[in-house]
């Protein structure tokens, strides 16, 4: 049962990676873009949003802008200081803590459930992002590195097919995305933490206790990045 599964996932995600965006309605579109902007730092914290100038960098209208801005102002991704002024929120150390205790106690489990769940096919997928993300290191890339993190991330999410948790998880990646950017940008590609061999390795023997391991530990690294960078911008 659980390759018949794998087998529906990855069919799934072929299906959707072929039809890419076509179909889509133009505020979804918006809506998936200014969500990339925030989730991979191209938006920094504290900086101001504006709907006249997403208008002219996504080359769209003023209507589904204006529906991305709401939706993302609503998820935590975003916040309204009043007078319709928007802004990417500046984490302090209180929020970081509140988000490394909600990463921890959620991540951790949806990798031990993955683990019960995962075929030889799904591993190697997971290996071929994560090849991707060792070249994004070497080379310098942050923003390389930040997506395919990302990626392997919500992929192995997707293999613990418990949709609600995913939402959670995902909804806080939002809020720590920028943050992770500056934190990213501080220490340089070298000093990056990749801690998904050990995570890699207690999937491929289905080992749940150590996966749920090896994710915490990945989160608590990422995040200690992000209050490094907190404290540092704080010091200067």
């Not at 999937?203 to 915490?216: H, I, K, N, S």
């Amino acid at each position: 049962m659980q390759r018949a599964n794998g087998s529906i996932r990855r069919q799934r995600v072929s299906l959707s990676a072929q039809a890419g965006r076509a179909g889509l309605p133009a505020h979804e579109v918006v809506y998936r873009d200014l969500r990339d902007l925030v989730l991979f730092g191209e938006l920094a914290p504290g900086e101001p949003v504006t709907i006249q100038g997403l208008v002219a960098r996504l080359g769209v209208g003023m209507t589904p802008v204006r529906e991305a801005l709401r939706r993302l102002t609503a998820e935590g991704a975003l916040e309204s200081l009043g007078n319709r002024r928007i802004q990417v929120p500046v984490l302090d150390a209180g929020a970081v803590a509140e988000l490394t205790e909600a990463r921890q106690a959620l991540e951790p489990r949806l990798a031990a459930r993955a683990a019960g769940r995962v075929t030889g096919g799904d591993v190697a997928g997971l290996r071929r992002i994560d090849a991707r993300l060792d070249t994004a290191i070497a080379q310098g890339d942050i923003r390389l590195y930040l997506k395919e993190n990302h990626a392997f991330h919500a992929a192995l999410n997707d293999l613990a097919e418990a949709p609600i948790l995913t939402a959670l998880v995902e909804g806080l990646w939002l809020r720590f995305g920028p943050s992770l950017r500056v934190g990213c940008g501080q220490m340089g590609t070298g000093n990056l933490p990749d801690l998904h061999k050990d995570l890699l390795a207690a999937l491929e023997t289905g080992d749940a206790r150590a996966a749920a391991a090896a994710m915490e530990a990945d989160v608590t690294q990422g995040m200690q990045l992000i209050a490094g960078a907190l404290a540092g911008g704080a010091a200067r």
